[in-house]
């Protein structure tokens, strides 16, 4: 059973900075991209940062503008995403999530989507980030 683990989220200050930690088990992600999303009370889940299976590539959405990085470290099974200069507008839900085809690529529609059709088997159960003024 594959079981995703998000950890580092918090309620912190506009400015402030948050590293949030998806430890993966029961699957080795390895050959996976992984990606972070995230959700807004009445928005629609969107895509935050991707990362190629190696670590090699990445993508941000436009709303990130330099403040977050997504990194990975496969030996521990785990996916990371950096967080600085935090905003109010970062108020939301984040997940992880890792799509297990070979082929996947960082601005592929299973991110670009907002994580539509990834398996509900991969996502993590979410880490809540609050930004205040």
């Known amino acids: 059973q594959v079981y995703l683990a998000e950890s580092g989220g918090g309620s912190v200050q506009a400015g402030g900075s948050l590293r949030l930690s998806c430890v993966v088990s029961?699957?080795?992600?390895?050959?996976?991209?992984m990606g972070w999303f995230r959700q807004a009370p009445g928005k629609e889940r969107e895509g935050v940062a991707s990362i190629s299976p190696g670590g090699s590539r990445t993508y941000y959405a436009d709303f990130v503008k330099g403040r977050f990085t997504i990194s990975r470290d496969n030996t521990l099974n785990t996916l990371y995403l950096q967080m600085n200069s935090l905003a109010p507008e970062d108020t939301a839900m984040y997940y992880c999530?890792?799509?297990?085809?070979?082929?996947?690529?960082?601005?592929?529609?299973?991110?670009?989507?907002?994580?539509?059709?990834?398996?509900?088997?991969?996502w993590g159960q979410g880490t809540p980030v609050t930004v205040s003024s």
């Open positions: 029961g699957y080795s992600i390895g050959t996976s991209c």
């Open positions: 999530a890792a799509e297990p085809r070979r082929l996947c690529q960082v601005t592929g529609n299973w991110f670009l989507s907002g994580g539509k059709g990834v398996s509900n088997g991969y």
